[in-house]
């Protein structure tokens, strides 16, 4: 076993994740930490590659050569994400999954399986094991780092919250869990979500709001049948209407925790239009909260650029042409929707390795902003309606 250190006085603290902030104001935001990463795999010179691209975000990185050794690392010391191999000695990756994701403490350890073929039976199995995600290696350094982060800032929010809400942001993971189409899609959300905020110079509080509402707007779909959720076809009208209703179950299961009360608007009202013709108030232009119509806009891209069970993936320039009609039609806010076509470059390379080092700066950004939410790189937003400019002057 090998341990590979590097030195935060070196360097200087990384802040490419974004560090979620619980909604009391009296508390201070937590401060970037070090993170200890597990490094599992037969091959010397691969562990040697993988310690190498992870050295930049200057965590601890330790090594283990077999499944045995790796487990006596994880009951042994405090480890905060694992890399395995998806053929690692003595047990393979599977079933390291398996014996890992057994106590409360394991259960929200992230744990990326690394393959070097893409075999669709391995991933599934993992996943179904318990792995966080399934790579194809290599992956470019770049790229890794950025997978690295996101599994970090997740298990970071997690553990930022309390029981009850560990429970509900666990319980809106199966809901996105229940369909495998959806991939990362709250992760998505709350990225495009979070950068909507800060290019509107929103307080910090309306920035962690927008975040955990695109983990939280869909909770209200644990009570809905698979054969709604999942149906290719047409749904019948009393199919919708068991769909509809899931906006006003998710508010009511969150309703009773405090610190979620910003966040309520956001799961009830996502699916109103501009027009009054959404639901579930059928609310019309500002009468819809400003949180709902910014986390509406990604959730609405990214469900168009996704392959659902109803319909093909839409490119990126369709996504936004389909999104402009739909402000013609009265549907959307116009203002919001020029907003989202300002961030959405940053989302749209095309090539992995640089969709995700443009993630991760994006969220670097978002990160900054929150340190220090003056206007400096804000869009002017004197165009904006009234509300807009009132709140890029409010403070949590």
């Given at each position: 076993?090998?341990?590979?250190?590097?030195?935060?006085?070196?360097?200087?603290?990384?802040?490419?994740?974004?560090?979620?902030?619980?909604?009391?104001?009296?508390?201070?935001?937590?401060?970037?930490?070090?993170?200890?990463?597990?490094?599992?795999?037969?091959?010397?010179?691969?562990?040697?590659?993988?310690?190498?691209?992870?050295?930049?975000?200057?965590?601890?990185?330790?090594?283990?050569?077999?499944?045995?050794?790796?487990?006596?690392?994880?009951?042994?010391?405090?480890?905060?994400?694992?890399?395995?191999?998806?053929?690692?000695?003595?047990?393979?990756?599977?079933d390291f999954c398996r014996k890992v994701k057994v106590?409360?403490?394991?259960?929200?350890?992230?744990?990326?399986?690394?393959?070097?073929?893409?075999?669709?039976?391995?991933?599934?199995?993992?996943?179904?094991?318990?792995?966080?995600?399934?790579?194809?290696?290599?992956?470019?350094?770049?790229?890794?780092?950025?997978?690295?982060?996101?599994?970090?800032?997740?298990?970071?929010?997690?553990?930022?919250?309390?029981?009850t809400e560990t429970v509900l942001f666990t319980l809106?993971?199966?809901?996105?869990?229940?369909?495998?189409?959806?991939?990362?899609?709250?992760?998505?959300?709350?990225?495009?979500?979070?950068?909507?905020?800060?290019?509107?110079?929103?307080?910090?509080?309306?920035?962690?709001?927008?975040?955990?509402?695109?983990?939280?707007?869909?909770?209200?779909?644990?009570?809905?049948?698979?054969?709604?959720?999942?149906?290719?076809?047409?749904?019948?009208?009393?199919?919708?209407?068991?769909?509809?209703?899931?906006?006003?179950?998710?508010?009511?299961?969150?309703?009773?925790?405090?610190?979620?009360?910003?966040?309520?608007?956001?799961?009830?009202?996502?699916?109103?239009?501009?027009?009054?013709?959404?639901?579930?108030?059928?609310?019309?232009?500002?009468?819809?909260?400003?949180?709902?119509?910014?986390?509406?806009?990604?959730?609405?891209?990214?469900?168009?650029?996704?392959?659902?069970?109803?319909?093909?993936?839409?490119?990126?320039?369709?996504?936004?042409?389909?999104?402009?009609?739909?402000?013609?039609?009265?549907?959307?806010?116009?203002?919001?929707?020029?907003?989202?076509?300002?961030?959405?470059?940053?989302?749209?390379?095309?090539?992995?390795?640089?969709?995700?080092?443009?993630?991760?700066?994006?969220?670097?950004?978002?990160?900054?902003?929150?340190?220090?939410?003056?206007?400096?790189?804000?869009?002017?937003?004197?165009?904006?309606?009234?509300?807009?400019?009132?709140?890029?002057?409010?403070?949590?």
């Amino acid at each position: 076993m090998k341990t590979s250190k590097t030195s935060f006085l070196d360097k200087g603290p990384k802040t490419t994740g974004l560090t979620l902030l619980r909604t009391d104001s009296t508390r201070a935001p937590r401060q970037a930490e070090k993170s200890t990463i597990l490094v599992v795999d037969a091959s010397p010179a691969r562990r040697r590659s993988i310690a190498a691209a992870l050295d930049p975000l200057g965590h601890t990185i330790i090594e283990a050569s077999t499944a045995s050794e790796a487990l006596c690392e994880i009951a042994e010391q405090t480890v905060h994400a694992v890399l395995v191999d998806l053929f690692v000695p003595e047990l393979g990756a599977v079933d390291f999954c398996r014996k890992v994701k057994v106590g409360e403490r394991e259960w929200l350890l992230p744990v990326i399986v690394l393959s070097r073929s893409g075999d669709i039976e391995s991933e599934v199995l993992a996943l179904d094991a318990g792995a966080d995600r399934f790579l194809l290696a290599p992956i470019p350094p770049r790229a890794l780092r950025a997978r690295v982060e996101a599994v970090l800032r997740h298990r970071a929010m997690v553990e930022s919250l309390d029981e009850t809400e560990t429970v509900l942001f666990t319980l809106a993971q199966s809901v996105e869990e229940r369909d495998p189409a959806l991939g990362q899609h709250c992760e998505r959300m709350a990225l495009m979500a979070a950068a909507m905020g800060v290019r509107l110079g929103l307080p910090c509080c309306d920035v962690l709001a927008l975040q955990r509402g695109a983990y939280l707007h869909d909770v209200g779909k644990v009570a809905v049948p698979d054969s709604v959720l999942l149906k290719p076809g047409p749904l019948t009208p009393l199919e919708w209407e068991i769909m509809k209703s899931h906006a006003e179950k998710g508010e009511k299961i969150c309703r009773n925790l405090r610190s979620l009360a910003p966040v309520l608007p956001i799961i009830r009202h996502h699916h109103e239009k501009w027009d009054g013709s959404g639901y579930p108030d059928g609310l019309k232009g500002s009468q819809i909260p400003l949180l709902a119509r910014i986390l509406q806009a990604a959730d609405i891209y990214d469900a168009l650029t996704a392959v659902r069970p109803y319909k093909r993936a839409f490119t990126p320039d369709e996504s936004v042409e389909i999104m402009r009609q739909e402000v013609a039609k009265g549907w959307r806010d116009p203002a919001i929707i020029r907003v989202f076509e300002d961030i959405l470059p940053a989302f749209n390379k095309g090539d992995e390795k640089e969709s995700s080092e443009s993630l991760a700066a994006l969220a670097e950004s978002v990160e900054k902003y929150r340190r220090n939410p003056g206007r400096n790189g804000v869009r002017d937003l004197e165009a904006a309606e009234p509300e807009m400019r009132l709140a890029s002057r409010l403070c949590c």
